[in-house]
C-alpha cells in the first residue's frame, strides 16, 4: 500500500529514510509560494540556497546581467539582494527568462536538506491539489510530506497545506501515519475558509499587523494553481500544469 508520513519541522528531516521516497516540501508563508509562482511566471534557473554563504556562492557562480537574488534571512530583506520574499515581487515582464538565486530561513534550507530523496516536489496551498494528482499519478510508494516550519516547530500554515494534500491521498485509498490524519482533519475543518485560517497563526497575525492581507489571500487560495514543481540538480523543474 503507498503511505504518506508527515514531519512536522525541517529538523525532523532524516536523510536515510528518504532514500527511495518521495520529499513533498512546503513553506506557505512563503518560500514555496513564492518559488511557485516565480516558475509559474516564467523565470528561467532557479536556484534555492541552504544559507547566505550557499546563495553568494551561487550567485557567483551563476553571474550574468540576467541573473536576480531575492529572498530573506530572519524574516529580514537580506543587504545587497534584489528583491524580496514576497510574490507579488516576482511579477512576469520582471521575471521571465532571469534566473534567481532564492534564499529563505526555513523553506529553501528545507528543500536543499532532502535532495537525497527520490523526488523532491515543492507544495503550497495553491498548488495543493495539483501535487496530490500528480503523487497519484505517478504512483510513488512512500511520500513524505515536510513542513518546513520554524525554529523547529510546526507552522499552522504548512500543517494546513499538508492536510489539503494528505487529504486528496487519503481518499484516493493511501495509508496515512497518524500526524498525516491529524493535519488532514485540520485542513477538512477549515476547507471554505483557509484565508482566515491562516490569520490566526504565528506569521499570518504578523502579515495581517503590517497590512498584508493580500499576502494571505493569495498563499491562502487553494487550487489556484496547478504549476507542479520540483528540484533537481539544485534548480527547480517545472514539471508541468
Known amino acids: 500500500m503507498n503511505r504518506v508520513y508527515l514531519w512536522t519541522a525541517k529538523e525532523q528531516i532524516d536523510p536515510d529514510r528518504l532514500r527511495g521516497a518521495a520529499a513533498v516540501v512546503m513553506d506557505v508563508l512563503l518560500a514555496t509560494t513564492t518559488m511557485i509562482t516565480m516558475m509559474e511566471r516564467g523565470a528561467g534557473r532557479v536556484f534555492p540556497a541552504r544559507d547566505l554563504a550557499d546563495a553568494l556562492d551561487l550567485k557567483r557562480t551563476w553571474m550574468s546581467p540576467r541573473l536576480l537574488t531575492g529572498g530573506e534571512e530572519d524574516g529580514r530583506e537580506v543587504p545587497g539582494f534584489d528583491l524580496g520574499p514576497f510574490p507579488e515581487e516576482y511579477t512576469e515582464e520582471g521575471i521571465a527568462g532571469r534566473d534567481v538565486v532564492f534564499l529563505t530561513t526555513n523553506g529553501t534550507p528545507a528543500l536543499r536538506r532532502v535532495e537525497g530523496a527520490e523526488r523532491v516536489l515543492l507544495a503550497s496551498l495553491r498548488n495543493a491539489p495539483a501535487v496530490a494528482k500528480y503523487v497519484q499519478e505517478a504512483n510513488l510508494a512512500v511520500v513524505y510530506l515536510i513542513c518546513a516550519g520554524s525554529k523547529g516547530r510546526l507552522s499552522l500554515e504548512d500543517a494546513l497545506c499538508a492536510g489539503v494534500i494528505a487529504d486528496r491521498l487519503g481518499i484516493a485509498g493511501w495509508e496515512l501515519d497518524d500526524g498525516a490524519i491529524l493535519v488532514r482533519d485540520a485542513a477538512r475543518m477549515h476547507d471554505g475558509r ?34 507542479v514543481v520540483g528540484l533537481e540538480d539544485g534548480r527547480l523543474r517545472l514539471f508541468g500544469d
Open 194 to 227: 483557509m484565508v482566515e485560517a491562516l490569520s490566526l497563526g504565528r506569521v499570518g497575525r504578523w502579515f495581517t499587523s503590517v497590512g498584508r492581507r493580500h499576502t494571505l489571500e493569495f498563499a491562502g487560495t487553494v487550487g489556484a494553481s496547478t504549476a
